[in-house]
């Protein structure tokens, strides 16, 4: 029920009808505090908030106390006036939370249930604390967790309602020594004072007695507590004393004590109605010579008392906020003091105060305390003739949103009404920072890539933001540039600068958040771990916690000295090099803005500081970040030639790529390259060939003939028109002379006749192409030196060649094999014997005079050798075989053929071996297991000739014989041969002479079984010159027979037979002694004429018992 | 450390005030001071009416990672457990942002579900 709600009788009040006020709880304690209640309580002025918007009233007040019943308590509907009950207060000193428990909460419990049926909502609960009490007991707690109980039981319930300013004050001090109150409706006082004299209150009334109540309050604190008490307990009296210098602030503007003149006439009369209104003195207080009524006094009857009164209290109370670390609150207090200050025209007073709450705002990132701020300090700074600060502030200020756009142009005229001053000293510049007036967006070069070559022209356009509101006129926009140079930098090189290019040349500026900078992004973070202490017995966890170990870092002080709004420290660069653009408008928002540049010396510039003019004012951006540079270069002119394909071919003509760069030097009409021309290599002229002229950066392209002249020495290339910094690029075709005496090494490692070297340059070369190397000397027009060029041809042809035989007919094979990516056609092939001999001819037997090549494959030639005289002892050939690229259409040129020389040696055939295998007598066939006849025949061809005189040949009776070995071996294991297996026979040098051998073998296997191997060897006698080649030891040792036997076949180990009659042929020979030799007969004077034949065996009944005595 | 205000608006009703919005920021502002006292003794995190300037009062709500909720009003009979849902509100709503991935804490909310949430609450809450 809320009683102020009902419409009251206009009644006169007299005091005989006060109101009534229960009390409950313990009566003994309400009777010993109630004659000081009873007298205190009418001197309390209240605020009487009043219904229906009327203005509150502060009014006096006697209430009647009685013991709480709940008769006294309204019944439903019943609502006389002067008995009803208006607050009912419970008091209790309890302070044992035991006994709260036991009596007190259920007594407390009853009374509220009571006055809930009853709807009474206005109650007040009152704990008096009693010290003597207190000393008795000693597990007593402290009052407030009674206090606390109390609260938490009983108030929670209770929805918030509001309080009375200075009541919400003294609540956050709730450590009021006598007292304290939980719960007090305001709706019961505004009941009260509804019955009160309707006493009207004069304009600052209010202020008045608000300032006297905290003053007493804090004169009664201090009455009652020592000086350390005091200081400890700032935190809760702060507050009232704030509060004490708010309202005198009032006072003092109220009453006309602030302003400049002092009080008018109508200030003074305000001020004698509210003294007027202070009434006396109360008596305890009317003979001590300070008093808050005195103050108070004191304080409105003069300007000057005024002052000292407000700055004691203004001074103490920043300082009690500063004390407690509540900074914030100090700023706020010091803030009003400064309007104080510049009230009184004291702006050098105010300017610290202004300065110290900015920069706290600034700190915190609050922005509209920072524009009303500023705006104060741009008054302060004005006043006090400080030009750059204040033309910085209104820059500041023009550029802020917060404002309106006429305080924004305010500002923004007062910088450029100041910078169309005459200046005193004429040249004399105000340095400003940037920020504030345009901030730098992007920037972005051309060309792109920020890399311009001496004597080249660079454009940088830049994008500059204007925060100010309208249109400003700039005199001038000045870029300062750092020159430096890196000569030992790769990156620095014209090659590689030209080839690096950025993604698009823009470079992007990040916006700026000031003026808010924000200070966590500068501290650094928490850096926390764990921590365990263990006790050192017996490991047990002592202690855990976590430590911050980076704690110096974050509880540093803080730097106060720096000011946020002073423009120092920016500093104006003067250096050799600047950008400039004059006469520039910037509109407010983003601006285009371009300079442009020829570059001079080569080096790399960084553009550090971007300065914007106007009049005398000068905007400094003093670090462009992130780092902008552009560099200049220059580049000594160079010829690059380079093949177009992966390798080049010889033989075929192939194209080769001419880059001049001309760096710093101009191409003039008639400068040529000079080609000092290789033998073996051609520069092939084409009709027309066209060179393509780029720029440097390649933007820009023009083609231009090419004039080539050629000489028996020298090529001469004139080369097109082209400005410095360009690119002239043409190509060419050249042909290296395949086999041509410069290809003389090569040609004689591919036309090896000895069969052994050939096998190890295989070995070596592999599949790779045989190389050569053509070095081109060429004088270019910017230098008197000359240029070697190398180019590498690649042979595409491998070529090897062989002797075959048919009994004494003889062949040449010639095997080409491409090796190249290539197909070629080849056509024209030739043998031709160098030596020229009469007699020889040699038939070829290839019919086809095209034959195409395929890319890694080989090609075939046989010729048939005829001879009708005595054929020579070694023979020279050269092979020559045309071939052009299969795919080209027809060349201009005719290309040399192809040539391979190669020599053959002791072809002609001077033994024939045939071996027979004959089944064992009364057999058809042969069987496995046994024993069949082994017969050779040994028959010489021809009589002597010259390739016998050797150490072997005896002569004897004008006969001649030579020693021959034979072996008869079988690789495949097909059979055994049983006893010797080799012999030494003497041969007579004659046509027709046969020597035969008969010998068993064992075939092993059924089927078709070719024939065990024959071999030839030239038996030497011990007494030759090259013995020493042979020692006994490796002769014996080695299974393999370490002879030059032909071919790649091995001695079977597996042959026991074979292997142990090695040992019988060798073991009639002393070991120690010299040995003969045995050289295996050249592949072309044996002609095996049963090779490839092949003897049925069948297999025998009983063959398992074989297998087990033969293996 | 720094109490940078990261999210503002003007929950109000009436558009007109009779407090000018730079004075609303300076009573918030000092009673940040408040807050940080209180914060220390309190083991809740919505704390209660802290400060009062005039007949406005200020509310606060500070979550584990100490970011202050402060709410301005002129007196009025708020019930507590209103002011409370609406910070809760408030609060569930900061975590929601939070966990965007390309919130960075400490940053401005610039988030209009955050704003459209906020005033929701508000409007549940306060403007009974």
């Known amino acids: 029920m809320d009683a102020s709600e009902e419409p009251l009788p206009p009644v006169i009040y007299t005091m005989e009808n006060k109101p009534i006020v229960t009390c409950a ?137 509001r309080s009375l300013p200075l009541f919400s004050r003294c609540c956050s001090s709730s450590r009021t020594p006598w007292c304290s109150m939980t719960s007090w409706t305001p709706s019961s006082l505004s009941m009260w004072s509804t019955s009160g004299p309707g006493v009207s209150v004069p304009p600052g009334a209010l202020d008045c007695w608000v300032f006297l109540s905290c003053l007493e309050v804090l004169q009664r604190i201090e009455g009652c507590c020592d000086r350390t008490q005091i200081d400890s307990n700032i935190a809760h009296t702060v507050g009232l004393w704030s509060y004490a210098t708010e309202k005198l602030k009032s006072l003092g503007y109220l009453c006309g004590l602030v302003s400049e003149k002092g009080p008018n006439s109508e200030d003074l009369n305000r001020t004698v109605d509210l003294l007027a209104g202070l009434g006396a003195e109360r008596p305890e207080t009317a003979n001590t010579a300070q008093s808050p009524y005195k103050k108070l006094k004191e304080a409105l009857s003069s300007v000057e008392a005024f002052e000292k009164h407000y700055l004691d209290l203004s001074h103490a109370t920043i300082e009690m906020y500063t004390s407690i670390g509540r900074i914030r609150s100090a700023k706020f207090v010091g803030k009003d003091l400064a309007e104080f200050y510049m009230r009184k025209k004291a702006p050098q007073k105010a300017e610290i105060y202004l300065q110290g709450a900015l920069k706290n705002y600034l700190a915190e990132g609050w922005a509209l305390p920072i524009t009303h701020t500023r705006k104060q300090l741009a008054e302060c700074q004005k006043h ?91 005199e001038q926009i000045v870029v300062n540039v750092h020159f430096s140079i890196e000569k030992n930098s790769y990156r620095k090189t014209a090659e590689w600068l030209t080839k690096h290019k950025m993604s698009n040349g823009i470079i992007n500026f990040p916006p700026e958040t000031a003026p808010f900078p924000v200070s966590q992004n500068s501290l650094p973070a928490l850096e926390l771990y764990e921590m365990f202490e263990r006790s050192p017995s017996d490991n047990s966890l002592n202690t855990t916690g976590i430590i911050c170990r980076n704690v110096h870092m974050l509880l540093r002080r803080q730097e106060s000295s720096s000011s946020l709004e002073m423009p120092s420290g920016v500093a104006l660069e003067e250096g050799a090099h600047v950008l400039r653009c004059s006469h520039v408008t910037l509109e407010p928002g983003a601006n285009q803005i371009t300079f442009r540049t020829q570059a001079k010396e080569p080096g790399t510039y960084t553009l550090r500081q971007l300065c914007a003019s106007v009049g005398s004012v000068w905007f400094v951006l003093p670090h462009i970040y992130p780092i902008v540079q552009y560099d200049v270069y220059s580049q000594e002119p160079q010829l690059h030639v380079e093949p177009l394909a992966d390798s080049l071919l010889a033989g075929i003509p192939q194209r080769v790529k001419f880059t001049v760069t001309t760096g710093h030097y101009t191409i003039k009409n008639g400068d040529s390259l000079q080609l000092s021309n290789a033998e073996a290599m051609l520069i092939l002229c084409q009709a027309e060939s066209r060179a393509m002229v780029y720029s440097n950066t390649r933007e820009q392209s023009s083609d231009a003939a090419l004039r080539i002249q050629s000489s028996d020495k020298v090529t001469s290339i004139s080369l097109p028109v082209a400005p410095a910094y360009h690119v002239i690029e043409f190509e060419l075709e050249v042909l290296s002379l395949p086999s041509a005496p410069a290809l003389g090494g090569e040609s004689d490692m591919l036309g090896m006749a000895e069969p052994h070297r050939k096998h190890k340059d295989k070995q070596k070369t592999g599949h790779c192409m045989v190389t050569t190397d053509h070095k081109v000397s060429i004088d270019c027009p910017w230098s008197i030196y000359s240029t070697v060029i190398a180019l590498t041809f690649s042979v595409p042809f491998r070529t090897t060649h062989a002797l075959l035989s048919s009994g004494t007919r003889k062949y040449v094979q010639v095997c080409v094999q491409n090796l190249s990516e290539l197909d070629f056609q080849l056509s024209d092939s030739y043998l031709v014997d160098t030596s020229d001999s009469t007699d ?102 021809s009589d002597l000739l010259e390739v016998d005189k050797d150490e072997a040949l005896t002569e004897s009776d004008e006969h001649f014989s030579t020693k021959l070995m034979y072996e008869v ?133 009983d063959d398992h018992v074989l297998e087990v005595s033969v293996t | 450390i720094s109490d940078v205000p990261i999210y503002e608006a003007d929950l109000s009703v009436v558009k007109k005030k009779d407090i000018s919005e730079h004075l609303s920021q300076f009573i918030l502002h000092q009673s940040l001071d408040t807050v940080d006292e209180l914060v220390w003794r309190s083991s809740h995190m919505y704390l209660k009416t802290i400060d009062s300037f005039n007949n406005y009062s200020v509310s606060a709500y500070c979550t584990p990672g100490h970011i202050k909720f402060l709410l301005l009003y002129k007196n009025k009979n708020y019930i507590n457990d209103n002011l409370r849902s609406f910070f809760e509100i408030v609060h569930e709503n900061y975590i929601r942002v939070l966990l965007n991935p390309l919130y960075e804490p400490n940053g401005i909310i610039i988030s209009s579900l955050f704003d459209q949430n906020v005033h929701l609450a508000a409007k549940k809450f306060l403007h009974q």
């Open chain 1, 384 to 474: 006090l003739g400080q030009i750059e600060n204040y033309l910085q502030t209104s820059s500041l200020l023009a550029s802020d949103h917060h404002l309106t756009e006429e305080e924004r142009k305010h500002f923004c005229q007062e910088i450029l009404d100041f910078a169309s001053q005459p200046s005193d000293s004429p040249g004399h510049k105000i340095v400003l920072p940037m920020q504030s007036f345009a901030q730098l967006r992007d920037l972005h070069f051309d060309p792109s890539n920020a890399v311009v070559h001496v004597g080249g022209v660079l454009c940088i356009e830049i994008t500059m933001y204007s925060q100010m509101p309208v249109p400003v006129h700039v």
């Open chain 1, 25 to 161: 709880g313990d009566q003994n304690l309400f009777t010993s505090v109630y004659p000081t209640l009873s007298q205190q309580l009418p001197r309390e002025p209240m605020e009487w908030r009043r219904s229906y918007g009327r203005a509150p009233k502060m009014i006096h007040l006697e209430s009647n106390f009685v013991q709480f019943k709940e008769e006294l308590l309204p019944k439903e509907g019943n609502k006389a006036l002067l008995t009803f009950p208006f607050l009912h207060i419970y008091w209790t000193e309890c302070c044992d939370t035991e006994v709260y428990k036991a009596t007190v909460k259920d007594d407390l419990t009853k009374w509220q249930n009571v006055l809930k049926a009853h709807s009474s909502v206005d109650w007040l609960i009152v704990i008096v604390e009693n010290d003597a009490k207190k000393k008795n007991k000693t597990n007593i707690l402290p009052r407030t967790s009674i206090v606390d109980k109390i609260r938490n039981d009983f108030c929670n319930k209770q929805s918030d309602r």
């Open chain 1, 969 to 1101: 071996v079988d690789n495949s294991s097909n059979w055994a041969v049983c006893g010797k297996s080799c012999g030494v026979i003497s041969m007579p040098v004659a046509a027709r002479a046969t020597h035969r051998v008969h010998m068993e073998v064992m075939p092993l296997f059924a089927g078709y079984l070719p024939l065990p191997d024959v071999r030839l060897f030239k038996y030497l006698p011990h007494h030759s010159a090259h013995s020493s080649q042979l020692d006994a030891d490796s002769w014996i040792e080695n299974d393999s027979l370490s002879v030059d036997k032909h071919g790649d076949d091995q001695p079977d180990s597996s042959s026991l037979k074979s292997r142990g009659s090695v040992h019988s042929a060798c073991s009639s020979e002393h070991k120690g002694l010299p040995m003969p030799r045995l050289q295996a007969l050249p592949a072309g004077q044996v002609f095996n004429s049963s090779s490839g034949t092949q003897v049925l065996v069948i297999p025998s009944q």
């Open chain 1, 840 to 941: 020889l001819q040699l038939v070829p037997l290839n019919t086809q005079s095209q034959q195409p090549i395929y890319s890694k494959q080989s090609v075939f030639f046989v010729w048939e050798l005829k001879w009708t005289e005595e054929p020579p002892p070694s023979l020279h050939c050269r092979f020559s075989v045309g071939f052009s690229p299969a795919s080209e259409e027809q060349l201009s040129i005719s290309l040399k053929p192809y040539t391979y020389e190669f020599k053959v040696e002791n072809f002609f055939t001077l033994y024939n071996v045939k071996a027979e295998i004959f089944p064992p007598s009364g057999m058809e066939y042969c069987r496995t297991g046994s024993l069949c006849s082994l017969e050779v025949s040994i028959t010489r061809l």
